[in-house]
């Protein structure tokens, strides 16, 4: 596997499916419903949390439904986080397109991220399986702990490495850990290696969100949909940041101090050159390698096949996007 296309024309039909799953569950006698999410569940976004599950439970053999309905699920409850994300933050561009919230208002924002949210639950209990359930609301319970964890650390420039790694873990990594150790399940695998899908995807979604962090400094808005330093304007202290400010001078652990507690990009300028001269932005891009490294590892206890390399090459992919 060499490029993002090919994982997707792997798992064509899978994601056929899924693709007509999300349409025929999405809907709503409700018209703004059916207009705000359709509009953010057909944003451009690379699908990759359901590609994950999907091709974990093909390396691991799976044969039945169950996939095609929890990768539809996954996509659900990711794109619920991202409408109510979007409020928070009070976003006005996803991808390069204007966010839900822009177009339609917070309060509709929200309340369709809810549907999407519901409906993933009405989903599950279709499906009938405990252990679904059970991780499914670990998962989204998680998710939204890691929420306020970061509201809390919005601004607080005394926000540690461990600190950012936690909401890190939390707020993105746990869907992509559910997606994989959820394929273990609907398999009916041995313990170990529900353990070791689980801390695939935990790995693989920490590397995309310091390779976020990183583009957040280095990509312009064409690639990533984002302007430079969207995170800092927000006060939001990312790994880049943290260590800069731990390692930089004291003329520039104050100027980046002073750009997390007041937010804006004033000093924008100072404050990337002062992240590139520290080597914050080289320091979280091996933290990425480490945990993509991580997720590789993790895969050695499923048997090798076309799937299996798939996975690895996402992590790969992880790590080298500019996007």
């Known amino acids: 596997m060499k490029t993002l296309e090919e994982i997707q024309a792997l798992i064509g039909p899978d994601m056929d499916e899924v693709n007509r799953c ?11 419903i059916n207009q705000v999410g359709t509009y953010i569940i057909n944003s451009g ?12 439970a093909r390396a691991l053999g799976y044969e039945g439904r169950y996939h095609v309905d929890l990768a539809a699920i996954i996509e659900f409850i990711h794109t619920a986080t991202l409408l109510h994300d979007d409020v928070v ?96 399940v609907i398999t009916d695998q041995p313990e170990p290696v529900q353990q070791a899908m689980a801390r695939y995807g935990m790995h ?34 990312t790994l880049p940041l943290i260590y800069a400010m731990a390692r930089g001078s004291a003329e520039q652990s104050a100027v980046i101090r002073k750009a997390i507690e007041t937010g804006g990009l004033e000093q924008i300028d100072a404050v990337r050159e002062a992240i590139e001269s520290t080597g914050a932005i080289d320091y979280t891009a091996r933290c990425a390698r480490a945990e993509a490294d991580q997720a590789i590892e993790a895969l050695s206890e499923i048997p090798t096949s076309q799937y299996k390399d798939a996975l690895s090459f996402l992590a790969e992919f992880a790590v080298n996007r500019s996007y």
């Open 22 to 32: 999300i349409g025929e569950r999405l809907h709503s006698e409700v018209v703004l």
């Open 45 to 56: 976004g690379k699908r990759l949390r359901p590609i994950i599950h999907l091709l974990c």
């Open 89 to 184: 933050d009070g976003s006005e561009l996803r991808r390069g397109r204007e966010t839900a919230n822009n177009l339609w208002g917070n309060s509709a924002s929200v309340l369709v991220g809810d549907f999407l949210y519901s409906r993933a639950f009405q989903m599950m209990v279709d499906i009938g399986h405990m252990d679904i359930m059970r991780i499914l609301a670990n998962c989204t319970n998680t998710i939204a702990e890691g929420e306020v964890q970061q509201l809390l650390n919005i601004h607080d420039a005394d926000t540690t490495e461990a600190r950012y790694m936690e909401v890190i873990h939390n707020k993105t990594a746990k869907l992509f850990e559910s997606a994989s150790e959820l394929a273990a």
């Open 204 to 237: 693989l979604g920490s590397a995309f969100q310091l390779v976020d962090d990183v583009l957040d400094y280095r990509a312009d808005s064409e690639e990533t949909g984002k302007n430079i330093g969207d995170d800092l304007a927000e006060g939001k202290p």
